[in-house]
């Protein structure tokens, strides 16, 4: 899996990923156009788009209604260092008689790659290059 994050201008940039692009801005208090979203909302949104995707599945493989199915994910702000220190996922399924549902869509939503990748922190290695000299 790869993704190339392309600066623009100002603080824009555009992320893509197999043809597919988002672009990726400030707000206009912090400098930006408010052109996309921010990396930490982009970051929920995968978050969300998982738990989402995951309780989907559940609903589906088990003939259950999945119309208005939605994640709404809420973050706070952690320091020492920045980062985003806690975050809740409200799944929100259409009304599912069988309270065994409800608890399968929790266990769904916490196979979510995302979700999991979250709570069992991966290795990060950064390492950075230089642009080939572009003549003129």
């Known amino acids: 899996m790869e993704l190339r994050v392309i600066y623009k201008d ?4 555009e992320a893509e990923a197999r043809g597919h692009r988002v672009e990726i801005d400030q707000p206009i208090s912090g400098g930006g156009q408010d052109r996309g979203m921010t990396p930490p909302e982009l970051l929920l949104a995968s ?3 998982c ?3 995951y309780a989907v599945e559940y609903l589906k493989t088990r003939n259950l209604p999945t119309h208005g199915v939605e994640a709404v994910v809420h973050a706070e702000k ?3 260092p920045a980062r985003l220190g806690s975050f809740l996922i409200e799944v929100l399924v259409p ?3 069988d309270p065994r549902h409800i608890e399968g869509v929790n266990i769904a939503v916490k196979k ?3 979700h999991n990748t979250l709570l069992h922190a991966p290795s990060i290695e950064v390492v950075v290059g230089q ?3 572009v003549s003129a």
């Open 47 to 49: 978050l969300g788009s």
């Open 78 to 80: 952690a320091a020492g």
């Open 51 to 53: 738990a989402a995707y």
């Open 112 to 114: 979510c790659l995302i």
């Open 95 to 97: 009304e599912l008689t």
């Open 10 to 13: 100002g603080v824009r940039f």
């Open 131 to 133: 642009l080939a000299a």
